[in-house]
């Protein structure tokens, strides 16, 4: 029997929108059955797990939370965190098929220099190596053991997204760059194929924001009045 893909997604309060938008492009595409489960940083506090003040150049509520997924996950088998600003219109099936043990982590590798300095609600930008990779990633979680509560508690930012808590470089494997479209940052034509799109600079539920993306958008606009069709 196929087990449930288990997808972890990262909530910000502000966001619920496209979180739901997002879990229902998931299953809308998926051929095989999916387990998701959104980070909330109420809970995963609650439950002991996260305690952390936040960060000034933290910029939504589930900047480090993401890092929690190998331990919610006993540290075994794979799993996949996404941010909730996305949408899929591809079948999620095909990335967890290029999982692959010789990595502990896999992802997009964007090569992303922000040119702006604010994005979404006048957030900061920060401009970083690695910006964006965490975004999406297949965790292989048993090669995850660093990322202990204590330490995604502890950390500083750049050594969590950086991935300075994997022996090397060497451990981080590429998918290819449609499962990770970063809108009105990469050309528009890229998005045409592209199974996932994220508008990591802020998406269309936001009110000033309603544009963003151009087409993309107004996409992003169908996937939700499906999502929340009423039928008589």
């Known amino acids: 029997m196929t087990k449930p893909i288990p997808i972890f997604i990262g909530v ?41 003040p936040r960060d000034p150049k933290q910029s939504t509520a589930f900047s480090f ?3 929690l997924v190998p331990h919610l996950m006993g540290y075994q088998g794979w799993a996949i965190f996404m941010d909730c600003d996305m949408l899929a219109r591809g079948n999620i099936a095909d990335l ?25 609600l006048g957030e900061v930008q920060s401009a970083y190596p690695k910006k964006n990779w965490s975004s999406l990633m297949l965790l292989n979680c048993g090669r995850c053991t660093a990322l202990t509560p204590e330490f995604v508690n502890t950390a500083t930012g750049l050594e969590l997204h950086r991935f300075h808590w994997l022996a090397g470089d ?22 045409e194929e592209a199974p996932l799109l994220h508008w990591t600079l802020g998406g269309p539920w936001f009110q000033a924001q309603r544009t963003m993306g151009g087409a993309l958008a107004a996409e992003w606009f169908v996937a939700r009045d499906q999502a929340f069709r009423l039928f008589e």
């Open 12 to 52: 910000d309060p502000r966001e619920r929108a496209a979180t739901n938008v997002l879990i229902d492009s998931l299953y809308q595409h998926s051929s095989t059955p999916l387990a998701i489960t959104p980070l909330l940083t109420p809970q995963l506090e609650a439950q002991g797990l996260y305690w952390r």
């Open 65 to 67: 939370t993401r890092f």
């Open 96 to 120: 967890w098929a290029l999982r692959d043990e010789q990595f502990a982590v896999q992802c997009v590798q964007h090569d992303h220099v922000p040119g702006e300095t604010v994005k979404f």
């Open 170 to 191: 060497h451990e981080i494997g590429a998918v290819p760059e449609g499962w990770n479209h970063l809108v009105a940052v990469q050309d528009a034509a890229q998005a």
